[in-house]
């Protein structure tokens, strides 16, 4: 059961009323259509003005909440390139050459189906190994033809399957790092949904990580870490609030760069629009990088993340002596 | 022929506490032994092979010809996220500190391996469960800079149940962290080993444990990348016991080779001679402030 699911019954019977009113008026708003819609505004504000983390969670996890696969169609042009060369093509993770805003790029996206039938022929955007594979492989294509390598990032983790451990999901995961802490390219990771742990990561490690306002990126699923902590699962919400998962904290943690604001309600709201303002954010993050050389861009690229953490020694101000 | 439960029990409650600090009962083939003599070997079982978990400070002597230089052993952890659940996680922190004698799940320095100046990093399961949080992240990272500036070939037991939730996605980036480091490190022309000990799972199996140009499993060792109850949770069925074992592995082709403990430092020598330039050990040890002598 999704919580926002739940809420947003609350606003139907207004939306019904509003829209069968403007119906009968041809259009038109009158004093009646205008109190309903101030009503249906305060209520929206009333449900939605502050989020609480698991509310979040929710939301990026909503049925009707833009995928990856609205994000891949919005874009000036598309050609998939399939396959790990080794077993199988991953439907979970699609990938190809792509112009975004008039630049050649390589995208990556974590694909969830929008109904039942594509999330299971998609694994519900849990990448296998071969997923993560193709994904390597189309990095090294992507810095070996200049081109900046743009990911969407939305999954609950990498595939835990039996036949993933038997191909390797841990190498799968960890070259797919290898191979974006080297590449020559800018690297940019759009958060748009679910941001589930390691399985997330293998794609974000980039130099600019771009995120979804009601997304979420989390170490572990606040239903796992529940069940580990308190063994109850049921205390999701408690969990949620802990990891510290939202766009907020994670700016603030200096692990994401930039936050694009949702519309009241979440994105499913204004789904067209949100999707052209992340593939701004994306152009515009972009833009301040492909003039870079390789080697500032890698050395930058490492530095970034050799200073997230928390800890106490010296060997912090070492460390910062160490990078001056 | 495995023991019965009721009889294993059994045999538990027959040992007075005061005896519980001189034996140990083999949790394999349920065996009372004798903790001075399974110590010289290493905490393995003498009479099946069972490996026990061993601490931190156990294998380096275990491991290394001499001296041992400790670095980062100052770097130690905060509380960033104010993380509490059933404790809070400071108190968690003291109460592992206290168990382990330890201060961070990882202990990184300077030694010698038959002759062979290398960086080690030995992970123990016994603080936090061996979880990644920043301080693991960041005492590994420190170690690969050294190794790297002083060209030393670096060597790393992973034992571990992953990235640490205590603290959240700072623990998350260590993964990006260590990743990087190995990279730099092994790029720049480096030997990189990586020993999976028992368990090594999650976030450490998907960053620096599966990125060495060796990778050597501990005999019997549980490895992978999810735990195993998250996957019979998926499938809803039982796994098979030898899933996600340094054997099981092998078969897989994931592993270069299972290596029994008692095997183990003698592997590391035959690797280290045959990666390694003797004639390049001397300069890079006078390198080495701590064994320049």
Sequence with gaps: MNVIVEREKSLHALEERIAALRARDGGESNEEVRQLEASYNDLLREIFGKLTPWERVNMARHPKRPIAGDYLAALDRFDELHGDRHFRDDPALSGGFAKLRGRRVVVLAQQKGRDTKENIRRNFGMVSPEGYRKASRLMELASRFGLPIVSFVDTSGADPGIGSEERAQAEAIARCLTTLAKVRVPTVAAIVGEGGSGGALALALADRVIMAENAVYSVASPEGCAAILWGDAARAPEAAERLKLTSGDLLGFGIVDEVVPEPLGGAQRDAAGFVARVLDAIDAALERLVDRASAELREERYRKYRRIGSWQGSAQAQMASALS | ?293
């Design chain 2, 1 to 293: 022929m495995p023991i019965p439960d009721w009889l294993r029990s059994l045999r538990e409650k027959n040992v007075p506490a005061e005896d519980a600090a001189l034996w140990v009962r083999c949790p394999s083939c349920g065996e009372m032994l004798y903790r001075k003599d399974l110590e010289p070997n290493q905490s393995v079982c003498m009479k099946c092979g069972y490996h026990f978990r061993m601490h931190a400070y156990d294998r380096i002597n275990a491991l290394v010809d001499g001296d041992f230089v400790e670095i980062g052993a100052e770097m130690l952890p905060g509380d960033p996220l104010e993380w509490t659940d059933r404790r809070p996680y400071p108190q968690k922190l003291e109460g592992d500190r206290q168990k382990s004698q330890l201060s961070e799940a990882v202990v990184t320095g300077f030694a010698t391996l038959d002759g062979f100046p290398i960086a080690l990093g030995v992970m123990d399961f016994g603080f936090r469960g061996g979880t990644m949080g920043t301080v693991v992240g960041e005492r590994l990272t420190h170690l690969l800079e050294e190794a790297r500036r002083r060209r030393l070939s670096c060597i790393i037991f992973t034992a571990s149940g992953g990235a640490r939730m205590e603290e959240g996605m700072l623990a998350l980036m260590q993964m990006a962290k260590t990743t990087q480091a190995v990279e730099r490190f092994m790029s720049d022309g480096n030997l990189y080993v990586s020993v999976l000990t028992d368990p090594t799972t999650g976030g450490v199996s998907a960053s620096f444990a599966f990125q060495a140009d060796v990778v050597i499993a501990e005999a019997r060792a549980k490895i992978g990348f999810a735990g195993r109850r998250v996957i019979e949770q998926t499938i809803r069925q039982k796994l098979p016991e030898n899933f996600q074992t340094a054997e099981f592995l092998l078969e897989k082709g994931h592993i270069d080779m299972v290596v029994p403990r008692s095997e183990i430092r003698a592997t590391l020598g035959r690797v280290l001679d045959y990666a390694v330039d003797r004639t390049r050990v001397v300069p890079a040890l006078k390198a080495v402030p701590e064994f320049a002598v």
